[in-house]
Each structure stands twice: as structure tokens, then as C-alpha cells.
């Protein structure tokens, strides 16, 4: 008994033992381990076995990987690291400030070595470039420092990359297998290769990036620093100036500069050209844009000859007062270009300005030399030479009594030949009120720098006389700017008429004077660039007048500024403009006679609602109001509408529409319903029309445009006036035709450029009966044109022996 229980336990054992040695063989095989062979000798085996079906396939891993994933893998880190070498790579940009942090490095010493140790003989023209400078190396240094920034940010990314690479479980099993790295053998080598290239790309760009940040900022810490000092000298300079910084005149000279002093004198000019000459480099794509616009004005005005040329219709813009254009537009690109330069580089240094006005001075003396009459040329040609004179005044080191008597016989010539311009200048100039103020300041700032020259003020005599002639000469180029201008404007209304087959006549004058006031605010705004530049106020004016502009000021949880809101409105009345005036453009007035052209007419419908919609929604992105306010005051309004403000919102809104659109101005002859008159206040609630008996009719803004509106002044003052006349005495039509004519002609009342029309509606016995049509040149005299026709005819025809019956 047992020996049976113990041949059962060891039966049991040698079971267990079975099973257990079979499970580990079973884990061997799924690992590809077989004990006592080598991995060769398992490979033959493996690759010696016929494959087949059963329970070693069936249990198989499936999780297992292949050759086809391995090359995957290789394939896509050959593609990241592609992708790492190639964007590790710095572009143009970087190339650029490693080029421009250099310049500044040497500019920079310049300015440090003048602003630091030679800062007694600067004076405030130097001061003013080398602040100028100053801020724009700091402008530029933020710049940079956003693309160093940007691309460093990349590169931690590609370095992120790179490490996840590293990480990778497949390339790390495959790298540790010597018989995997012995079958990619060769594109692993690639590989390789690759990522020693990839990385140190990457190490020297990380590397490159890091030296240009830290460069970027020691200069942005002294280009600080400098800038401070800078506006320090500066207000002790304007303290200076305002104080006695010479002997009265009449006083003996005392002041002896030595050596030494004229040494630093030297050293500062040197200092401020250097500045200049690395301002005029860095500016350099700025004047490519201004050069841009130039050709571009010069092709314009060139085409549009051309086609007149080619179609031989010079003869239509003969009479009508052009004087630069045609024959000067080549000239009248670079008076185009030189005049709007200051637009270019609100932040530019004087000396930048005075070349700008130079050259303009340049081109404005040939083209008068064409253009204006000898007198008035020769006292251009004085005034430009003062101008030099002027400008040399800057460089004046220690002014003795000889260099100020100089200064102040400059002043006397610069009143004197002012005075004469301003009384020779006659019809020969555009802008005539402005041109006559900006002389009378000229004059004015003259003798107040004689008065400072006399008191020992020096430095402020020459501001005050420099600033003073550049204004004179500016105001004379943008006045020929202007009269250019209009000249281009309409050269292109006409060359579109004649290209359409146009012949009537037009009235342009209207269309010129919309295109007057926005001209007229641009000369303006450049005049006075270039005006408190030459005073050296104008970096103060425009920080102080930025600051009002851009201060957020709120109404309760709304906000806004004063620049958002003179933008949205700005914007919105050049876009008006724009939208009433593009049809001329195209030879589009609205005639009779095109009536036909309905394509053309539907075009520019299209065009003028899509610079309207256009110009609504660029104001109200520029204005910076946020949407989310707009909603709400939008909904608040449309809550209110609802509940009861439709009349007094639709009046509101069509004043509003009247002012804007202009359906009708104050002085115009109008009807509005059954209501005739003049118009004699348009208000934002309504209007008022002076109707021709005296009385006085105030209709609401929503009731004018809701009707139908006649306006007879709208573009002119004509009117077509009908007479309907019973002529006997002669059988021959074209004799009593002529003869009405000719009567109808003598009318002081009538438009001459429109003749008159004879229609005959009847053959009588002995004459004819008739309508008479003709052109009364004031609608607001139709009635005493009438009369004034049937009195002349009365005369004229009894004269000829015809009788009005």
C-alpha cells in the first residue's frame, strides 16, 4: 500500500515537472530563445523551418516588430531630422542684425564718446539727430528682440524634437541588436550623419542666437542710457538758448574759442555726419517706397498722354488751365515725390528734411524756370540762394560780430524778397490764402531773429531764421504740389472722357473743389512736419499730441480716444469722397448723352457701395472701439427705436445722411415736395428752405429724403428755361431760327457754352409757332431771364422785320 501511494506522488512530481518545463520552453520560443544556440544558429533554424499552420502560429506575438517597421522608423527620423537641419538654419533676417548690430555697435561709440565726453560743444542740432538716432535704434532694438525671440522659441522647439527623437524605444532596440544594426547597416550610417549634422546646426544656431540677444541687449542698456543724457542736455540746451549766451551787439566781443574748444566743435560735426550717414543706410527701404510712388505718379500722367496722343485730342485740355501737366510730368513726379518725403519718416532728423527740401528746391527751380514769368523767377532764384546761405549758418562754431551782422543782413534779404514774392506771385500759385500766411509768419520770425540776434540769443536767431526760410520754400513746393495734383485729377477725367467718345462740355470746377479740402489739410499737416522740425519742437509736439490722441478715456464701462474717433470720422469722409467722385474718373457724369452705357453705369455702382462698405468698416476697426461695446449701444438703440424713437432716430440719422452724402448744401435752389426755395440750414434734426416769397419752411431730415428731391445747384446753377413764341412775317425757317438765336445770345441771363434750341411745332400763313429753348446761367433768375429774352427778341426781330405775336 505504500509503495502504490509512493509511485503515485513521484508520478504526480514527474508531471508537474513536465508541465513546468514545457511553459518555460513555450516563453523561450515566444522570445526566440532556444538554450544552447547561438543567435545564428536560431536565425537558421528559424528561417530553416517550414512555415505552417498549428498552435505555435496560432499563439504567436503578434506585437512583435518587422523589418518593414524598423525602415519606417529609420525613414521618419530621416525626415525629422531633415526637418531640424533645415529650420535650424537662420534666415535673412538674422543676417540682417547680425549686419546691423554691428553698425550700431561703431555708431553707438560715436555717439557715446560725444554725448559723454564732448557734450559742451554740442549744440542742439546735434542733440536733435543724435536723439533721432537714438530713438530709432531703440525702435530698432524692440524689433529685434521680438525676431531673436521668435526664433529661439523655434529652435527649443527643433531642440524638443531632437530629444523626443533620442528617446525613441524603436531606434534605442534597434541600436542595442547587433544583427538589426548589421541589416541597416547602411542606412543607419546615413543616419548617423545626418543627426551629427542636424545637431550641430542646431548647437551653433542655439549658440548664434543667444550671442546676438545678449549684443541686443548691452545695446538697448546704452542706447538708454545715451538717450536719457541726451534729453537731459537737451532741456538744459533749451534753457540755454532762451538765455544770454553773447554780448549784447553793440557790446564788445569778448568770447576767444581756443584751440581745444574748436577741436570738440570739430569733433561733434564729425560725430552727427557719421550719425546721418548711418540714418541715411538704414533708411534706405524708404526711400524706395518714395521712389516707388514717384514712377509710379510718372506712368500715370505718361498713359494718360499717350492716349490723347493716340486718339489726337490734345486739343481738349487746352483750354483749360493746365500749367505743369502735360508737358512737365516728368518733373512733376519728383516735385510728387520730394513733397510728401516728411509722410516717409515722421521720426527723421533735420538734416534728413533739409536734403529732402534741397533737392525739392532744385527740381521747383526748373520747372518755374518753364512755368513762371522772369520776375517773379528771379526773386524764386534769390530765395533759394538764402536758402543755402541759410543752411550754412548751422555750422557757424563761435559767431563773432562779423558772422552775426551776416545772420542779420540774411533776415533783411529774406523780408525784403518775401515781401516781393508775395506781391508778384499773383495767379501763378495754388493756395494763395496759405502762401499768403505762411509769408507774413516768414516775415515775422525774421525780425524776430534779428531781435534775438541783437540780445545775444544767437542760437535761437538761427532757429527762428532757418525755420522761417524752410517754411517759405516748403509752402512754395507743396503749393505747386497742389496745382499738380488737380492738374493729374483732372487729366484723368478728361483722357477717360475722350477714350469714351465723349464730346459735350463739362463743368470739372465742382469736382475740383471736393478734392480742394482734403488736399488742403494734407498740405497743411506736411508744412508743419517740416516747421516744428526746423524748430526743434517737433518730437515734443508729436509725443504730447500722441499721448492726447491715444489716452483711453471712459464712459462708464465704454471706452475710447479722440485719435480712434477723428480717425473713424476722417476715414468715413474720404470714403464719401471717394464714392461721389469715382465715377469722373471713368468719363462718368451722369449725362444725357451716356444714358446708354448701362454696364458702366451698374459698375460703378457696384464700386461706389464697395468703397462705402469698405470705408464704414476701416473706420470702425481703425476707431478701436471694441465690437462687444458696438452690440450693445446697437441693441440699447434698437430697444429704443422700438419703443417709440422712430421719428426723432430717422430724423437723426437722415441729417446725419445729409451732411455726409450732400443731396443738398446751404445756398442750393431746391424742391423738396411741393416745396420750393433756398436752402438755408440743414440741422441734424431738419432743415430750413427760404422759399421765394419770404417765408421761412423747416422740414424734418426724415421728410426731405423720403420725397423725391430736385436740386437745379447741385453740380451747377443752370437751368433749361422754355418759350413758346408765335413769329410772323417770313415763310423761310432758317431765317427766323438764326434770328431767335442770335437775340437769345445777347442775354446777359444766358449760358453761353450752350446754345440755344429751335423747335417749330407749327406752320402758320404768314410765320411759324415755336418753342424756344435756351440755358439761364442762374436758376435763381429764370423769371428775370425770361424777361429779359422777351424784350431782346421784341427788339431784335421787329429790327429784322418779324413780329412776335
Same mark, same amino acid.
Given at each position: 500500500?505504500?509503495?502504490r501511494w509512493r509511485?503515485?506522488?513521484?508520478?504526480?512530481i514527474?508531471?508537474?515537472?513536465?508541465?513546468a518545463t514545457?511553459? /518555460?520552453?513555450?516563453?523561450?520560443?515566444r522570445q526566440?530563445?532556444?538554450?544552447?544556440?547561438?543567435?545564428?544558429?536560431?536565425?537558421?533554424s528559424d528561417?530553416?523551418?517550414?512555415r505552417?499552420? *498549428?498552435?505555435?502560429?496560432?499563439?504567436?506575438?503578434?506585437?512583435?516588430?518587422?523589418? @518593414?517597421?524598423?525602415?519606417l /522608423?529609420i525613414?521618419?527620423?530621416?525626415?525629422?531630422l531633415?526637418n531640424?537641419e533645415?529650420?535650424?538654419?537662420?534666415g535673412? +533676417?538674422?543676417?540682417?542684425?547680425?549686419?546691423?548690430?554691428?553698425?550700431?555697435?561703431?555708431?553707438?561709440?560715436?555717439?557715446k564718446?560725444?554725448?559723454?565726453?564732448?557734450s559742451?560743444a554740442l549744440?542742439?542740432?546735434?542733440?536733435?539727430v543724435f536723439?533721432?538716432?537714438l530713438?530709432?535704434?531703440q525702435r530698432?532694438?524692440?524689433d529685434?528682440?521680438?525676431?531673436?525671440?521668435s526664433?529661439e522659441?523655434?529652435?527649443d522647439g527643433?531642440r524638443? @524634437? !531632437?530629444?523626443?527623437?533620442?528617446?525613441?524605444t524603436?531606434?534605442?532596440?534597434?541600436?542595442?541588436?547587433?544583427?538589426?544594426?548589421?541589416?541597416?547597416?547602411?542606412?543607419?550610417k546615413?543616419m548617423?550623419?545626418?543627426?551629427r549634422?542636424?545637431?550641430r546646426?542646431?548647437?551653433?544656431s542655439? +549658440?548664434?542666437?543667444n550671442?546676438?540677444?545678449t549684443?541686443?541687449?548691452s545695446?538697448?542698456?546704452?542706447t538708454a542710457?545715451?538717450?536719457?543724457k541726451?534729453?537731459?542736455?537737451?532741456?538744459?540746451?533749451?534753457?540755454?538758448?532762451?538765455g544770454?549766451?553773447?554780448?549784447?551787439?553793440?557790446?564788445k566781443d569778448?568770447?576767444?574759442?581756443?584751440?581745444?574748444?574748436?577741436?570738440s566743435?570739430?569733433?561733434a560735426?564729425?560725430g552727427? #555726419?557719421?550719425?546721418?550717414?548711418y540714418?541715411?543706410?538704414?533708411?534706405?527701404?524708404k526711400?524706395? $517706397?518714395? &521712389?516707388?510712388?514717384?514712377?509710379l505718379?510718372?506712368f500715370?500722367?505718361?498713359?494718360n498722354?499717350?492716349i490723347?496722343k493716340?486718339?489726337?485730342?490734345?486739343?481738349?485740355? %487746352?483750354d483749360?488751365?493746365?500749367?505743369?501737366?502735360?508737358s512737365?510730368y516728368i518733373?512733376?513726379?519728383?516735385?510728387? !515725390?520730394?513733397?510728401?518725403?516728411?509722410?516717409?519718416?515722421l521720426h527723421?532728423?533735420?538734416?534728413?528734411?533739409?536734403? !529732402? %527740401?534741397?533737392?525739392?528746391?532744385?527740381i521747383?527751380?526748373?520747372i518755374?524756370? #518753364?512755368?513762371?514769368?522772369r520776375?517773379?523767377f528771379?526773386?524764386?532764384?534769390?530765395?533759394?540762394i538764402l536758402?543755402?546761405?541759410?543752411?550754412?549758418?548751422?555750422?557757424m562754431?563761435?559767431? *563773432?560780430?562779423? /558772422?552775426?551782422m551776416?545772420l542779420?543782413?540774411?533776415n533783411?534779404?529774406s523780408?525784403?524778397?518775401?515781401?516781393?514774392?508775395?506781391?508778384k506771385?499773383?495767379e501763378h500759385l495754388?493756395? #494763395? *490764402?496759405?502762401?499768403?500766411f505762411?509769408?507774413?509768419?516768414?516775415?515775422?520770425?525774421?525780425?524776430?531773429s534779428?531781435?534775438?540776434?541783437?540780445w545775444?540769443r544767437?542760437?535761437?536767431?538761427q532757429?527762428f531764421g532757418?525755420?522761417?526760410?524752410?517754411a517759405f520754400?516748403?509752402a512754395?513746393?507743396l503749393?505747386? $504740389?497742389? #496745382?499738380?495734383?488737380?492738374?493729374?485729377?483732372?487729366?484723368?477725367? !478728361?483722357?477717360?472722357?475722350?477714350?469714351r467718345?465723349v464730346q459735350?462740355?463739362?463743368e470739372?470746377?465742382h469736382?475740383l473743389d471736393?478734392?480742394?479740402?482734403?488736399?488742403?489739410f494734407?498740405?497743411?499737416i506736411?508744412w508743419?512736419i517740416?516747421?516744428?522740425?526746423?524748430?526743434?519742437?517737433y518730437?515734443?509736439v508729436?509725443g504730447?499730441l500722441?499721448?492726447?490722441?491715444?489716452?483711453?478715456r471712459?464712459?462708464?464701462?465704454?471706452y475710447?480716444?479722440?485719435?480712434g474717433v477723428l480717425?473713424?470720422?476722417?476715414?468715413?469722409w474720404?470714403?464719401?469722397?471717394l464714392?461721389?467722385?469715382?465715377?469722373y474718373?471713368?468719363?462718368?457724369?451722369?449725362?444725357?448723352?451716356?444714358?446708354?452705357n448701362?454696364?458702366q453705369r451698374?459698375?460703378?455702382?457696384?464700386?461706389?457701395?464697395?468703397?462705402?462698405?469698405?470705408?464704414y468698416?476701416l473706420a470702425?476697426a481703425?476707431?478701436?472701439? =471694441?465690437v462687444?461695446k458696438?452690440?450693445?449701444v446697437?441693441?440699447?438703440l434698437?430697444? *429704443?427705436i422700438g419703443?417709440?424713437?422712430q421719428?426723432?432716430?430717422n430724423n437723426f440719422?437722415s441729417g446725419?445722411? &445729409?451732411?455726409?452724402?450732400?443731396?443738398?448744401?446751404i445756398?442750393?435752389?431746391?424742391?423738396?415736395?411741393?416745396?420750393?426755395?433756398?436752402?438755408r440750414?440743414?440741422?441734424?434734426?431738419?432743415?430750413?428752405?427760404?422759399?421765394?416769397?419770404?417765408?421761412?419752411?423747416?422740414?424734418?431730415?426724415?421728410?426731405?429724403l423720403?420725397?423725391?428731391?430736385?436740386?437745379?445747384?447741385?453740380?451747377n446753377n443752370q437751368?433749361?428755361?422754355?418759350m413758346?413764341l408765335?413769329?410772323?412775317g417770313?415763310?423761310?425757317?432758317?431765317?427766323? @431760327?438764326s434770328?431767335?438765336k442770335?437775340a437769345?445770345q445777347?442775354?446777359?441771363f444766358?449760358?453761353?457754352?450752350?446754345? =440755344?434750341q429751335i423747335?417749330?411745332?407749327?406752320?402758320?400763313?404768314d410765320?411759324?409757332?415755336?418753342?424756344?429753348? $435756351?440755358?439761364?446761367?442762374?436758376?435763381?433768375?429764370?423769371?428775370?431771364?425770361?424777361s429779359?429774352?422777351?424784350?431782346?427778341?421784341?427788339?431784335k426781330?421787329?429790327?429784322?422785320?418779324?413780329h412776335?405775336?
Open positions: 500500500m505504500k509503495n509511485h503515485l506522488v513521484a508520478g504526480y514527474l508531471l508537474l515537472c513536465s508541465l514545457a511553459a /518555460q520552453d513555450s516563453a523561450r520560443f526566440g530563445r532556444f538554450p544552447g544556440r547561438s543567435d545564428s544558429a536560431r536565425q537558421q528561417s530553416s523551418r517550414p505552417r499552420g *498549428g498552435m505555435s502560429s496560432l499563439f504567436a506575438d503578434s506585437a512583435k516588430l518587422t523589418s @518593414s517597421d524598423y525602415q /522608423q525613414e521618419k527620423t530621416y525626415v525629422i531633415d531640424i533645415n529650420k535650424s538654419e537662420l535673412l +533676417a538674422i543676417r540682417e542684425i547680425t549686419e546691423k548690430l554691428a553698425d550700431n555697435d561703431s555708431v553707438l561709440a560715436v555717439l564718446d560725444n554725448v559723454l565726453n564732448n559742451r549744440n542742439m542740432r546735434n542733440l536733435q536723439r533721432t538716432l530713438l530709432n535704434l530698432e532694438g524692440k529685434n528682440r521680438e525676431v531673436l525671440d526664433t522659441h523655434k529652435l527643433l524638443s @524634437s !531632437m530629444k523626443t527623437l533620442m528617446a525613441d524603436v531606434l534605442r532596440q534597434l541600436m542595442r541588436d547587433s544583427l538589426l544594426r548589421q541589416q541597416f547597416s547602411a542606412p543607419l546615413d548617423r550623419e545626418n543627426w549634422s542636424s545637431t546646426h542646431l548647437r551653433e542655439i +549658440a548664434t542666437i550671442l546676438l540677444q549684443k541686443n541687449s545695446n538697448a542698456i546704452t542710457q545715451l538717450l536719457e541726451v534729453n537731459t542736455l537737451l532741456n538744459t540746451s533749451a534753457a540755454r538758448i532762451f544770454k549766451e553773447y554780448n549784447y551787439l553793440w557790446e569778448t568770447s576767444n574759442l581756443s584751440e581745444s574748444a574748436r577741436s566743435f570739430g569733433k560735426y564729425d552727427e #555726419k557719421k550719425a546721418l550717414r540714418y541715411f543706410k538704414d533708411s534706405g527701404h526711400r524706395f $517706397f518714395l &521712389l516707388l510712388i514717384g514712377l505718379f510718372f500715370w500722367i505718361y498713359r498722354i499717350r490723347l493716340r486718339l489726337k485730342a490734345m486739343h481738349a485740355i %487746352q483749360l488751365g493746365f500749367e505743369y501737366l502735360p512737365g518733373v512733376s513726379a519728383f516735385v510728387i !515725390m520730394f513733397s510728401i518725403a516728411p509722410l516717409f519718416d527723421a532728423p533735420a538734416a534728413y528734411i533739409e536734403s !529732402m %527740401q534741397f533737392l525739392l528746391l532744385i521747383l527751380t526748373i518755374c524756370w #518753364k512755368k513762371w514769368p520776375n517773379l528771379w526773386v524764386w532764384v534769390v530765395m533759394a536758402y543755402i546761405c541759410f543752411a550754412a549758418t548751422h555750422h562754431v563761435d559767431p *563773432g560780430f562779423w /558772422q552775426r551776416w542779420i543782413l540774411l533783411i534779404l523780408v525784403v524778397f518775401g515781401l516781393l514774392f508775395l506781391s506771385m499773383k495754388h493756395l #494763395k *490764402g496759405f502762401l499768403r505762411v509769408i507774413i509768419l516768414h516775415n515775422v520770425m525774421n525780425v524776430l534779428i531781435l534775438f540776434n541783437l545775444g544767437f542760437s535761437l536767431a532757429i532757418n525755420a522761417a526760410i524752410f520754400t516748403q512754395i513746393g503749393a505747386v $504740389f497742389s #496745382k499738380i495734383f488737380m492738374e493729374a485729377i483732372l487729366l484723368q477725367i !478728361m483722357t477717360s472722357r475722350v477714350k467718345g459735350s462740355r463739362f470739372y470746377q469736382v471736393g478734392f480742394r479740402r482734403p488736399l488742403l494734407l498740405v497743411v506736411l508743419l517740416v516747421f516744428t522740425t526746423n524748430l526743434n519742437i518730437t515734443t508729436l504730447g500722441t499721448t492726447f490722441m491715444e489716452t483711453p471712459h464712459i462708464g464701462n465704454a475710447f480716444t479722440i485719435g480717425l473713424f470720422f476722417l476715414i468715413i474720404i470714403a464719401h469722397l464714392q461721389k467722385y469715382v465715377g474718373f471713368f468719363g462718368d457724369t451722369g449725362n444725357d448723352e451716356e444714358i446708354h448701362k454696364g451698374s459698375r460703378l455702382l457696384i464700386a461706389r457701395l464697395i468703397l462705402l462698405c469698405l470705408g468698416f470702425v481703425a476707431s478701436g472701439v =471694441p462687444d458696438i452690440t450693445i446697437l441693441g440699447a434698437g430697444v *429704443g419703443l417709440g424713437l421719428n426723432i432716430v440719422v446725419i445722411i &445729409l451732411i455726409f452724402d450732400r443731396p443738398l448744401q445756398g442750393d435752389v431746391v424742391d423738396v415736395g411741393d416745396k420750393s426755395g433756398r436752402v440750414e440743414i440741422g441734424l434734426r431738419s432743415s430750413t428752405l427760404l422759399t421765394p416769397d419770404g417765408a421761412e419752411v423747416i422740414i424734418p431730415n426724415g421728410d426731405i423720403s420725397q423725391q428731391i430736385t436740386n437745379w445747384t447741385l453740380s437751368i433749361r428755361l422754355e413758346e408765335s413769329v410772323s417770313s415763310r423761310d425757317m432758317e431765317v427766323v @431760327s434770328a431767335i442770335k437769345i445777347t442775354s446777359r444766358v449760358f453761353d457754352n450752350r446754345e =440755344p423747335l417749330f411745332t407749327k406752320v402758320n400763313e410765320g411759324f409757332d415755336l418753342k424756344a429753348f $435756351f440755358w439761364c446761367a442762374d436758376v435763381a433768375k429764370a423769371e428775370e431771364a425770361k429779359d429774352v422777351l424784350i431782346i427778341l421784341h427788339d426781330l421787329n429790327a429784322d422785320n418779324l412776335i405775336n
